[in-house]
T-cell receptor, first 116, second 112 residues
Framework: SQTIHQWPATLVQPVGSPLSLECTVE??????LYWYRQAAGRGLQLLFY??????ISSEVPQNLSASRPQDRQFILSSKKLLLSDSGFYLC???????????????FGPGTRLTVL | QKEVEQDPGPLSVPEGAIVSLNCTYS??????FMWYRQYSRKGPELLMY????GNKEDGRFTAQVDKSSKYISLFIRDSQPSDSATYLC????????????FGTGTSLTVIP
């Protein structure tokens, strides 16, 4: 069965500090990978998605970046955090788009980031 | 107009009640419809998944899609305190691969 991991679970960082959040998926190959941010009462905001190693698409201009150095590893980064970067960050995966695959996302446990 | 609209609640019901959660949408190309359950400070968990119109039942949960009205529902029978969570609807267009549209979530509390 497939499993998705995120770490750290909780993070408190000062404004202007760097950020690195990691997501890994087990039990599948060539998944589509996603980073979302969830603010209180505001739903899920898609930040980045990736259909393969080194292939990153950005949905929202911001001071965040993403990388996919390995097939099942997705990293969210920032060089300098802003107060507005606080939120709940969720990684998700989906089976690769192909005939017969289900169009369903599966989420990780999330990272709660507080920027002070 | 948002792609997906969902009443945020909060919704509070007594244990054993039937709960109805709903979403409306504007894009007629949506074919996949999902419901997620999210407990406080946890990631969303896939609860139900349906393709196109019709009903799907899984235990106490029934997902219903009415494409003519662009309306989807999740029914919870014999609600339990453990059902207390935020419920998110989501939908997508087939084979586009990457864009999922989420409701903002409905907060449900089941009172013992």
């Amino acid at each position: 069965s497939q499993t998705i991991h995120q770490w750290p679970a909780t993070l408190v960082q000062p404004v202007g500090s760097p950020l690195s959040l990691e997501c890994t998926v087990e039990g599948t190959s060539n998944p589509n990978l996603y980073w979302y941010r969830q603010a209180a009462g505001r739903g899920l905001q898609l930040l980045f998605y990736s259909v393969g190693i080194g292939q990153i698409s950005s949905e929202v201009p911001q001071n965040l970046s993403a990388s996919r150095p390995q097939d099942r590893q997705f990293i969210l980064s920032s060089k300098k955090l802003l107060l507005s970067d606080s939120g709940f960050y969720l990684c998700a995966w989906k089976p690769p788009t192909s005939g017969g695959s289900t169009d369903t996302q599966y989420f990780g446990p999330g990272t709660r980031l507080t920027v002070l | 107009q948002k792609e997906v609209e969902q009443d945020p609640g909060p919704l509070s019901v007594p244990e054993g009640a039937i709960v109805s959660l709903n979403c409306t949408y504007s894009n007629s190309a949506f074919q996949y419809f999902m419901w997620y359950r999210q407990y406080s400070r946890k990631g969303p968990e896939l609860l139900m998944y349906t393709y196109s119109s019709g009903n799907k039942e899984d235990g106490r949960f029934t997902a219903q899609v009415d494409k003519s009205s662009k309306y989807i529902s999740l029914f919870i029978r014999d609600s339990q305190p453990s059902d207390s969570a935020t419920y998110l609807c989501a939908m997508s267009v087939p084979n586009t691969g990457n864009q999922f549209y989420f409701g903002t979530g409905t907060s449900l509390t089941v009172i013992p």
